[in-house]
Structure formats: C-alpha cells, structure tokens
C-alpha cells in the first residue's frame, strides 16, 4: 500500500515537471494500460500530455469511480469515528445506511481521535455528524440561549 502510494505520488511529481520530455510522460501514462485497455483511451492519454492537462487525471478517475458506482447501484460513504469501528458497528451502519438509502453501501472508514466519541458519516454531499464535539457545541449554544432569556 505505502509503495502505490509513493509510486503515484513520484509519477505525479515526475509528470507536474516540465523539463520532463512529453514521450517520457506518455510512456509512463501509457505503460500500466498498455495491452488491457482500448487504443482510445490510451490515445485519450496521450491527448491530455499533448494539451498539458495531466494533472486533471486523479479528477476524471474520480469521476469515473463515482459513474461506476452509480451504473451498480453503489454508494461509497465516508465515516470518521473516534477510534476504529468495530465488525459490529460496521455492519449495523452499512444496514442502516443500505436500508435508508436503498443502494449498495461501501464504508470508508478512518479514525479521527478529535471527535472524542461518535462518529461523522458523510454519504456524498450530505453529512451527518453525532460526533461528541458537535453535540458539545449544540449543547453550549442551548446553553448559551437560555442564558440570553
């Protein structure tokens, strides 16, 4: 995982270069695709180093994952929880979220130690946040209200 990580991050560095020749940065689009994928798309490749557009690509394979989750009925969801979430509470949100939205979920979880407890879900550009910091703050605002009275 590190190495993929490095990897992508040493060809976008190499590709962001612009002493670096355009048929060295198609040869390094290209070769992962080369024989498993259609001339189109490695002509498409070959088209945004020509434009010296490249840097778009992390944004079209975005893009492209989110069409083809859509096209399968997939809806990936973000979840960041105080600590990692255990089989069980992943399994008990993927049904939760599976049944209200009626799609196919796939959880992406990380952990973020700042929420001290719950968790923050965000399902596309809706987000739900049970963290204990945000109903901290909901608590000091009810306080703060009342105190206004």
Same mark, same amino acid.
């Given at each position: 995982?590190?190495?993929?990580?490095?990897?992508?991050?040493?060809?976008?560095?190499?590709? %962001?270069?612009?002493? $670096?020749? *355009?048929?060295?940065? !198609?040869?390094?689009?290209?070769?992962?695709?080369?024989? =498993? /994928?259609?001339?189109?798309?490695?002509?498409?490749?070959?088209?945004?180093?020509?434009?010296?557009?490249?840097?778009?690509?992390?944004?079209?394979?975005?893009?492209?994952?989110?069409?083809?989750? %859509?096209?399968?009925? $997939?809806? *990936?969801?973000?979840? !960041?929880?105080?600590?990692?979430?255990?089989?069980?509470? =992943? /399994?008990?949100?993927?049904?939760?979220?599976?049944?209200?939205?009626?799609?196919?979920?796939?959880?992406?979880?990380?952990?973020?130690?700042?929420?001290?407890?719950?968790?923050?879900?965000?399902?596309?550009?809706?987000?739900?946040?049970?963290?204990?910091?945000?109903?901290?703050?909901?608590?000091?605002?009810?306080? =703060?209200?009342?105190?206004?009275?």
């Amino acid at each position: 995982m590190i190495e993929k990580t490095l990897a992508k991050r040493y060809a976008a560095a190499l590709l %962001a270069q612009p002493q $670096v020749p *355009r048929a060295m940065k !198609k040869r390094l689009l290209r070769r992962p695709f080369e024989g =498993r /994928a259609k001339t189109s798309f490695l002509d498409f490749l070959d088209l945004l180093v020509d434009k010296n557009r490249q840097e778009i690509l992390p944004d079209i394979a975005d893009m492209f994952d989110r069409l083809a989750d %859509a096209s399968q009925g $997939v809806v *990936r969801v973000q979840v !960041k929880s105080w600590r990692p979430l255990t089989d069980a509470q =992943r /399994a008990g949100l993927q049904g939760k979220l599976e049944r209200l939205t009626g799609k196919k979920i796939l959880i992406e979880a990380a952990v973020d130690p700042a929420l001290k407890g719950g968790m923050l879900v965000q399902v596309g550009d809706t987000v739900i946040d049970g963290s204990v910091v945000q109903r901290l703050k909901e608590l000091g605002e009810r306080f =703060r209200e009342l105190q206004r009275r």
